[in-house]
């Protein structure tokens, strides 16, 4: 019988001595928390940098179905930051991770420093097209359990989405397709059928009042999300956009030091 875990797998990739500031970061669908060690030597040196593995991924696959869902995910990570002595963080969230991450933010507002989003959205608005798009994560959900995990991130790294990354360095590119292996079936298909993009609540409305600052990084090659954050309202005063050139989906594999120097630009002049 599987032991069934309390908390999530939070993880230290750098700790600073005498300070309070980290950067949480918090991984998309078929990732892991060592996918943030792109940071480890980007990062101002100031920030701890720590990560998650959210449900269904890395060493966080033994948990309750509930711990998969809007409802519930933000209480498991602010229960697992509380057991690991993280205050206040800001949190830097990528796709689905960005999902999380607003969820949290929506849900403990004053628990956190600072919110950096990498191509994620609050929620779709259409009910029609969130319907369908639960309907799409349940079925691929099942052929990830029919078909296997190494048919699945053939299928999934051939998505039109992640068609800039084949650009990257051959072994950069078999490297970033091999970690997703590390991943399990049936934790991805939880994960899709629980937390996929048709289960997150629409509130894109309410993030021009998030009252700390915000940054939000799009890909110019990721048509969704650069036109969502084009138009989204934003309070120009506390919050911030940065368009990637020549950058698809996954931004900080594919522009690793811009990406950076755009996040630390935003630690040392926004947050406080």
């Not at 934790?187 to 021009?208: E, Q, T, V």
């Amino acid at each position: 019988m599987i032991r069934k875990q309390k908390q999530l797998n939070l993880i230290y990739f750098r700790e600073v001595k005498n300070t309070e500031k980290t950067m949480l970061f918090l991984h998309g669908f078929t990732g892991k928390a060592s996918d943030c060690q792109f940071l480890t030597e980007r990062l101002n040196t100031k920030y701890n940098i720590a990560a998650i593995d959210l449900p269904g991924h890395g060493l966080s696959a033994s948990l309750d179905e509930e711990d998969y869902t809007p409802e519930r995910l933000p209480a498991l990570i602010h229960e697992t930051l509380e057991r690991n002595y993280v205050n206040r963080p800001v949190i830097y969230g990528y796709s689905m991770g960005g999902r999380a991450a607003l969820l949290y933010a929506r849900k403990y507002p004053d628990n956190i420093s600072g919110l950096v989003l990498e191509n994620a959205g609050a929620g779709i608005m259409d009910p029609g097209e969130r319907k369908n798009r639960i309907h799409a994560d349940n079925e691929l959900a099942g052929q990830i359990i029919d078909n296997g995990l190494e048919w699945f991130v053939e299928y999934w790294m051939n998505l039109p989405l992640f068609e800039s990354l084949k650009s990257l360095p051959e072994s950069d590119y078999t490297k970033l397709k091999n970690s997703k292996k590390d991943n399990s079936s049936e934790g991805l298909a939880l994960s899709l059928i629980k937390f996929g993009a048709g289960r997150m609540p629409y509130f894109h409305d309410s993030i021009k009042k998030f009252p700390f600052p915000l940054l939000l990084l799009a890909g110019e090659k990721d048509r969704k999300y650069s036109e969502l954050y084009e138009e989204l309202k934003i309070n120009k005063t506390l919050h911030k956009k940065f368009f990637f050139t020549g950058a698809g989906h996954n931004i900080h594999y594919e522009k690793p030091d811009k990406f950076a120097e755009i996040l630390n630009q935003f630690l040392i002049s926004d947050i406080r």
